[in-house]
């Protein structure tokens, strides 16, 4: 019988059916006032959690106890049963359920792959790197996905050469159809009328825009939101998947990864029902290919990274980068002072919507932080407060070991470093700018393609065994003006561009 297998603890990541052992098992869910008082996190992300939490607790009624508390501490002291709960999905989480005597902890949910599986898969690799493609081909292999037999779907492990298209020339929108978008309910508008109380209070603060709410909270929003995109957008998604354009926050980007985070869908579901999409003709195998990759690949990656390093990886800043992030980024922008317009229209999107996609996080955002040298911590944490999907697991390796190159290179053979002239090609930003992209010095000096050099200039000792960098820094040598340009960044600082 159901009560025979305990109560299951859903922590507010763990929201979808697979988390459970059987339809009718008891469920606890608790909500935490005080997660939210102890950093500024984005208005949209709370709204999202705080609906998901209540909007389950409501579908399941009377097979689940919903302890709303200032602490997870204070909510477990309401408790007079013994508890089971799927390994949480932080560090912190891991420590804080492993103390609780009448907790049992369970292995992990919510990846393709299991932590064993990884660890046996590392251990295996002996001194080599833990490579991404190696590591997403050995999934597709042994979970037998865009595989024809030992073959890869379309003759090819990877179609990123097919992905990297710039924008449609003169275009202000990709022209994909739009999203899927949820209607609020009286839940949301609770939701928010507790968030303005809260805020009235002061007992919390938030950066950001409210709402409305863009991405799915229930288990059949989530279901829709995957049928819709798969349908609709996936056949468009793969060419201009790195693309920008200032006119076009989503392109042609799944929004699923906030719900895939808050555990709503199973992400072998949705790899399956996208490799459906390529077997039934409706979505060519590049889109695809590229949308799994993102999936079973670096998703799972990133999970598994996040607990095969040690906790103090976190802590990393092999670059020395000692700025502190500034208010006006920390703010997103909240006063409209950056002119930089590809910083301008990310931390915009972020501010609205709460969101951005991959290309905006690594190559504007993470890049110019980069650049300026600030305290990767500082920046690992802007990351998780201020989006939507943002977690502990997916932004310590994502920002310290992708974004900063804090870790030295464990995880990025080169830092994600770039110049104007790469949003330039990647983006319509440049167009309308009052920096230019191939200018270096002056009033008129792309911030990116300035900070590239300086970025390079104060690395070179560090950088210089790098053989990925080995010709910007032979070219560094010789660079026409780098004092100038040194000096130039210096003094801006962390000055709004």
């Known amino acids: 019988m159901a009560d025979d297998l305990g109560r299951r603890w859903l922590f507010a990541d763990q ?19 005080n997660a939210f008082a102890r950093r500024r996190f984005h208005r949209q992300k709370a709204h999202l959690v705080l609906s998901a939490l209540r909007h389950r607790a409501v579908e399941l009624g009377r097979q689940a106890r919903f302890v709303q508390a200032d602490t997870y501490t204070a909510a477990l002291a309401q408790i007079d049963e013994p508890l089971t709960v799927c390994g949480p999905t932080t560090h912190a989480a891991q420590r804080f359920v492993e103390r609780q005597e009448s907790v049992t902890v369970l292995p992990a949910r ?50 990123d050469h097919d992905n990297r298209q710039p924008p449609p020339r003169g275009s202000s929108r990709l022209g994909a159809p739009d999203p899927w978008w949820p209607e609020e309910d009286e839940i949301d508008v609770q939701v928010r009328d507790d968030l303005d109380r809260w805020e009235r209070d002061d007992s919390v603060g938030f950066v950001g825009s409210d709402g409305p709410r863009r991405f799915a909270v229930t288990r059949s929003e989530a279901l829709s939101a995957l049928q819709h995109f798969v349908e609709h957008r996936l056949p468009v998604f793969g060419a201009h998947e790195d693309a920008m354009l200032a006119g076009d926050d989503w392109m042609a980007h799944s929004l699923l990864s906030a719900p895939l985070n808050l555990g709503l869908l199973d992400p072998l579901e949705v790899v399956e029902a996208a490799e459906e999409s390529y077997r039934s003709g409706h979505a060519p195998i590049a889109a695809v290919e590229g949308f799994v990759r993102q999936i079973i690949g670096w998703r799972d990656w990133t999970w598994h990274l996040y607990w095969h390093f040690d906790q103090e990886y976190r802590t990393r800043n092999a670059l020395n980068a000692r700025r502190h992030v500034p208010d006006w980024f920390q703010d997103l922008d909240a006063e409209g002072n950056v002119q930089a317009r590809c910083l301008s229209e990310s931390l915009r999107g972020v501010r609205e919507n709460g969101w951005a996609h991959h290309i905006q996080r690594l190559m504007i955002l993470g890049n110019y932080a980069l650049q300026r040298g600030w305290r990767p911590d500082q920046v690992t944490d802007w990351f998780h407060r201020s989006f939507v999907d943002g977690y502990d697991w997916v932004m310590v390796t994502n920002v310290v070991g992708m974004s900063q190159h804090a870790d030295g290179g464990l995880l990025a053979t080169k830092p994600y470093a770039a110049g104007g002239a790469y949003i330039n090609k990647m983006s319509d930003y440049c167009g309308s700018c009052p920096y230019d992209p191939k200018v270096r010095v002056g009033p008129d000096a792309c911030p990116f393609s300035a900070g590239y050099w300086w970025f390079l200039s104060r690395n070179a000792e560090r950088l210089r065994d790098n053989h990925r960098l080995a010709r910007p820094l032979k070219q560094l040598e010789t660079l026409e003006g780098i004092e100038e340009v040194v000096l130039q960044e210096h003094d801006r600082g962390s000055e709004a561009p």
Not at 15 to 33: A, N, T
């Open 110 to 159: 919510g990846f393709v792959t299991s932590r064993a599986d990884f660890a046996n898969w590392a251990a295996n690799r002996g001194r080599r790197r833990l490579l991404l493609e190696d590591f997403y081909r050995d999934v597709r292999v042994r979970r037998e996905i865009l595989m024809d037999g030992t073959t890869p779907a379309g003759g090819r492990w990877n179609f």
């Open 15 to 33: 929201l979808g059916p697979h988390f459970l052992d059987q339809l009718r098992q008891p469920v606890l869910l608790v909500e935490s006032r």
